[in-house]
């Protein structure tokens, strides 16, 4: 069994960062890539940003409208990566998805895992 759990969001101030987390725990063998993804109302859920382990270290890729503003890393020996969102803006309002590709144990296929979601309200 694999579980992500997320943690970090809430409401900020226009201008303003917030740090989101997400752990993977459970019957883990391999990570390939973890990432985080959004979904305001109305819309469909989008890549925010991910991380993919590669031979020579890490490659990570961001959307357009978050480029410059928000960094994403990840902590290989706690299984978790984490968002650093700076210069939030209204439109970044959305419920934050952590999303991870994992081997897990006994198993013989990669797979997505998702996490429950956090919501980010970035408002005045």
């Known amino acids: 069994q694999v579980q992500l759990v997320e943690s970090g969001g809430g409401l900020v101030q226009p201008g303003g960062s917030l740090r989101l987390s997400c752990a993977a725990s459970?019957?883990?063998?391999?990570?390939?890539?973890m990432g985080w993804y959004r979904q305001a109302p109305g819309k469909e859920r989008e890549l925010v940003a991910n991380?993919?382990?590669?031979?020579?270290?890490?490659?990570?890729s961001y959307a357009d409208s978050v480029k410059g503003r928000f960094t994403i890393s990840r902590d290989h020996v706690k299984n978790t990566v984490y968002l650093q969102m700076n210069s939030l803006k209204p439109e970044d309002t959305a419920v934050y998805y952590c999303?991870?590709?994992?081997?897990?144990?006994?198993?013989?296929?990669?797979?997505?895992?998702w996490g429950q979601g956090t919501q980010v309200t970035v408002s005045s």
């Open positions: 991380i993919i382990t590669i031979t020579s270290g890490s490659s990570t």
């Open positions: 459970g019957s883990i063998f391999r990570i390939d890539a």
């Open positions: 999303n991870a590709n994992i081997l897990a144990t006994r198993t013989i296929m990669m797979r997505d895992y």
